[in-house]
């Protein structure tokens, strides 16, 4: 479960994060093995930017210096960056739209997230299906978060009917869960020219 570096200069790393490696130290001494701590064991420099979810695998970001990180975390806030995934989901999808329901966290469930029409954040998914699998009864489906909530892939899918396979959380648990982060296309940090990076789906 060791990283691959896709692209390293200067200012920007990317790598891609396997399922089930934490993205960020956890709490506890049993979960200080991640993703940043084995990417900072190459490139101690290197400094979080942004996180997927332990089970999801795909493209992360690292930053090289402050100014840098500085730059990142202000395009991920304002949504200038451009993030797209892939999932298997359990049953027959078609076509594409938006999901817009608005998550807060699930207290009394927690680390769940949770529809919350009261007191949610707006939340916003756009997804386009991209075949289905009659033998598995699956639909591989195309995801641009609008924003990036936690969870808000997984929770959205579910609740449209569709959970994602594999999902420990909001469907029924597999060797693994079938979500990938496919692209990232950001604004470099030290120059400001776009660059885009792309992982095919290892499912």
Avoid at 36 to 42: C, I, L, N
Avoid at 49 to 63: K, N, Q, W, Y
Avoid at 71 to 83: A, Q, T, Y
Wanted: charged share 25%.
């Amino acid at each position: 479960m060791e990283p691959i570096f896709l692209h390293v200069d200067a200012a920007l790393i990317v790598a891609e994060k396997p399922a089930g490696l934490l993205a960020v130290p956890g709490r506890g001494p049993d979960k200080q093995d991640c993703l940043s701590a084995r990417v900072q064991q190459r490139y101690p420099d290197a400094l979080i930017v942004h996180r997927l979810d332990m089970d999801t695998s795909g493209l992360i970001c690292f930053a090289r210096t402050a100014e840098a990180q500085r730059r990142l975390n202000r395009s991920f806030e304002e949504r200038r960056v451009g993030k797209r995934y892939c999932a298997c989901v359990i049953g027959r999808l078609e076509g594409e739209g938006e999901i817009d329901l608005p998550l807060s966290v699930d207290w009394h469930n927690r680390p769940k997230s949770r529809v919350d029409p009261v007191h949610g954040r707006p939340s916003r998914t756009r997804w386009r299906a991209a075949g289905y699998d009659a033998a598995r009864d699956t639909t591989r489906v195309e995801l641009a978060p609008v924003t990036g909530r936690s969870h808000q892939l997984r929770v959205h899918l579910a609740a449209l009917g569709h959970p994602i396979v594999g999902d420990p959380l909001y469907g029924q648990p597999a060797e693994r869960m079938r979500l990938h982060a496919t692209a990232l296309a950001l604004f470099h940090p030290e120059d400001g020219r776009p660059v885009e990076f792309f992982s095919p789906p290892p499912f």
